[in-house]
T-cell receptor, first 114, second 112 residues
Framework: DGGITQSPKYLFRKEGQNVTLSCEQN?????MYWYRQDPGQGLRLIYY???????QKGDIAEGYSVSREKKESFPLTVTSAQKNPTAFYLC?????????????FGPGTRLTVL | KQEVTQIPAALSVPEGENLVLNCSFT??????LQWFRQDPGKGLTSLLL?????REQTSGRLNASLDKSSGRSTLYIAASQPGDSATYLC???????????FGSGTQLTVLP
């Protein structure tokens, strides 16, 4: 089955720790995205990548880092510099240069800081 | 900076009713507008995508309209069912990076 997988589904972090959220896709999409969702709010873009070994900051990149070493994978690291990391994190992917900009979303990772 | 607003934030209706969800955006220079569905604790599922040159799209009981010049879109759901209960998110693609900007969503509850 083609799709996007995120792991883990739930993640607990102690203050001061870095944690890495996994995102993998087998849709052969060039572009991948990370969003953060807080209760009662829409999604806000953290980082995006349109090609391997290149990525761009979104609206709320501070305290986060990413890498794109493989087309299929776009891991997100939440660093200790992120002051309020408790949120629902969603990964998405899309075709670049296609007729539509439809993004396909993974099931999400819920991060809680203890 | 593009901003997207959705009204109402929450809506509760009895089963069988027709209903309308509203979305507005501040910058009319968009490539397209999408409506997504999100079930609690889950990812997003794309329902409808309207290109900037289109006026509406239909899928089953769903109909989405777009008035780009006034910065508005509506999602019409006919004959609502309890299975329609979810949060509905509106998003527009705009800017040189073709970035998606989301509204905060409308939480719909359809009562049996």
């Amino acid at each position: 089955d083609g799709g996007i997988t995120q792991s883990p589904k739930y993640l607990f972090r102690k203050e001061g720790q870095n944690v890495t959220l996994s995102c993998e896709q087998n849709l052969n999409h060039d572009a991948m995205y990370w969003y953060r969702q807080d209760p009662g709010q829409g999604l806000r873009l953290i980082y995006y990548s349109q090609i391997v070994n290149d990525f761009q900051k979104g609206d709320i990149a501070e305290g986060y880092s990413v890498s794109r070493e493989k087309k299929e994978s776009f891991p997100l690291t939440v660093t200790s510099a992120q002051k309020n990391p408790t949120a629902f994190y969603l990964c998405a992917s899309s075709i670049v240069g296609g007729k539509t900009d439809t993004q396909y979303f993974g099931p999400g990772t819920r991060l809680t800081v203890l | 900076k593009q901003e997207v607003t959705q009204i109402p934030a929450a809506l509760s209706v009895p089963e069988g009713e027709n209903l309308v969800l509203n979305c507005s955006f501040t910058d009319s220079a968009i490539y397209n507008l999408q409506w997504f569905r999100q079930d609690p604790g889950k990812g997003l599922t794309s329902l409808l995508l309207i290109q900037s040159s289109q006026r509406e799209q239909t899928s089953g009981r769903l109909n989405a309209s777009l008035d780009k010049s006034s910065g508005r879109s509506t999602l019409y759901i006919a004959a609502s069912q309890p299975g329609d209960s979810a949060t509905y998110l509106c998003a527009v693609t705009s800017g040189s990076a073709r970035q998606l900007t989301f509204g905060s969503g409308t939480q719909l509850t359809v009562l049996p």
